[in-house]
T-cell receptor
Framework: GNSVTQMEGPVTLSEEAFLTINCTYT??????LFWYVQYPGEGLQLLLK?????DKGSNKGFEATYRKETTSFHLEKGSVQVSDSAVYFC???????????FGQGTRLTINP | DAGITQSPRHKVTETGTPVTLRCHQT?????MYWYRQDPGHGLRLIHY???????DKGEVSDGYSVSRSKTEDFLLTLESATSSQTSVYFC?????????????FGPGTRLTVL
């Protein structure tokens, strides 16, 4: 079945550091891929998405590229801020399916 | 932000009692979903709806039922709550099905079953 694996957290960085959160997936078809972010006490917000191979999603300085050859969708940001502290979820939805399949989430803390 | 509200936002109840959670949307989207969030599991789909009175099961549907009598409301019922149903519950909506669209999430309901 379909699955998503994220790098283990928590991740702690200093402000202005480079961020990478790894995400790999297993899917039977050609899924769409997503990154959601959950700030403390809030619901999930869509951060970015990509719907086909080699697509790059970007938003708020974050980027992720849909790599079919490595079945990966790693999240990157060049210079993180304290306000980026949150839990990040990688997710996929397969063609013809209804449900999002989520990774377990990665908690990110940025120290000033 | 998508117009999604959930009520109540927090609830504490006792084992064996019935509980109903409500999701309300103002976007007139066709598809609505209920997920639960547990540590180490991300979010998992409980039930979803593809129209008024049209619902189907997700991967963790045991112990839950749903109803959708109006486009804007999707109710999740725990007929007899158990401690294993302590979780944070999120509603989501989308205009189109599956990979053709993006799911947008509500603020969540934290449920504690004692």
């Amino acid at each position: 079945g379909n699955s998503v694996t994220q790098m283990e957290g928590p991740v702690t960085l200093s402000e202005e550091a480079f961020l990478t959160i790894n995400c790999t997936y297993t899917a039977t078809g050609y899924p769409s891929l997503f990154w959601y972010v959950q700030y403390p006490g809030e619901g999930l917000q869509l951060l970015l998405k990509a719907t086909k191979a080699d697509d790059k999603g970007s938003n708020k300085g974050f980027e992720a590229t849909y790599r079919k050859e490595t079945t990966s969708f790693h999240l990157e940001k060049g210079s993180v801020q304290v306000s980026d502290s949150a839990v990040y979820f990688c997710a996929l939805i397969d063609q013809g399916a209804q449900k999002l399949v989520f990774g377990q989430g990665t908690r990110l803390t940025i120290n000033p | 932000d998508a117009g999604i509200t959930q009520s109540p936002r927090h609830k504490v109840t006792e084992t064996g009692t019935p509980v109903t959670l409500r999701c309300h949307q103002t976007e007139n989207h066709r598809y609505m979903y209920w997920y639960r969030q547990d540590p180490g599991h991300g979010l998992r789909l409980i039930h979803y709806s593809y129209g008024v009175k049209d619902t189907d099961k997700g991967e963790v549907s045991d112990g839950y039922s749903v109803s959708r009598s109006k486009t804007e409301d999707f109710l999740l019922t725990l007929e007899s709550a158990t401690s294993s149903q302590t979780s944070v519950y999120f509603c989501a909506i989308s205009e189109l099905a599956g990979a053709a669209d993006t799911q947008y999430f509500g603020p969540g309901t934290r449920l504690t079953v004692l």
